[in-house]
């Protein structure tokens, strides 16, 4: 059974601005990927926001991720979610999707 990761390589990696187009991540050595690092909690946090909206998961994301994150400031804001680095939030939409796909059976988000 293909776990998270390999299907997150396999959608978002692949169409990911930091990565070769094939799924490999092209991130210096130096940096890493919130995507995911975060992944087990990403999945928690889709699972825990079925019911709900896109919105719903993304505040989620945003009070249980990103106020952990060292990258968010004291006021909230993210200088990588407003220069659209972050791979987790530019494609969290897309990396719901995945999750929610792999659920499809039992999930029914709003929209
Ligand atoms: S930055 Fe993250 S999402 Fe983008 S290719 Fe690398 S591992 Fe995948
Ligand atoms: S948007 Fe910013 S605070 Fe949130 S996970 Fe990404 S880098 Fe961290």
Request: aromatic fraction near 6%; charge should be neutral; glycine fraction near 6%.
């Amino acid at each position: 059974m293909e776990t998270y990761w390999d299907l997150i390589q396999a959608k978002v990696c692949r169409k990911c601005m930091d990565g070769d187009g094939r799924g490999n991540c092209r991130l210096p050595r130096t940096e890493s990927c919130g995507l995911k690092e975060s992944l087990p909690e990403v999945v928690r946090i889709a699972r825990e926001t079925q019911s709900g909206t896109y919105e719903d998961f993304v505040n989620a994301l945003r009070a249980q991720v990103c106020s952990r994150c060292r990258y968010q400031l004291d006021d909230g804001t993210c200088p990588l979610r407003t220069t659209l680095e972050c791979a987790l939030d530019r494609y969290s939409l897309l990396v719901l999707d995945v999750i929610d796909g792999t659920q499809a059976s039992t999930f029914s988000r709003a929209s």
